[in-house]
């Protein structure tokens, strides 16, 4: 019974994710939204796209929660 809680668990957090392919900067990045725990993650397409962002990481940061993750205020 634990087991079927388990994959019962894991089928509906599947559902809660939000994924997007991004280009930043002629990089392309995978970017999954978790909006029940409201948190992100980035994964690189390719070893520069890791590079790109190993090295700009707070711009990359910054650029992906003002664009994409985040919903724009509208007045």
């Known amino acids: 019974m634990f ?12 559902k809660s994710v939000i994924k997007k ?6 990089h392309k990045f995978n970017l ?7 948190d992100w993650e980035i994964f690189p397409h390719n070893y520069d796209a890791a590079l790109y ?9 910054k650029q992906v ?3 994409h993750v985040y919903q724009k205020e509208t007045k």
């Open 21 to 26: 392919i991004i280009k930043i900067s002629k």
């Open 3 to 14: 087991v079927s809680f388990v994959l019962l668990n894991m089928k509906s957090r599947n």
């Open 53 to 61: 962002a190993f090295s700009n990481k707070d711009k990359l940061n």
């Open 65 to 67: 929660e003002t664009n």
């Open 32 to 38: 999954e939204i978790y909006p029940r725990l409201v």
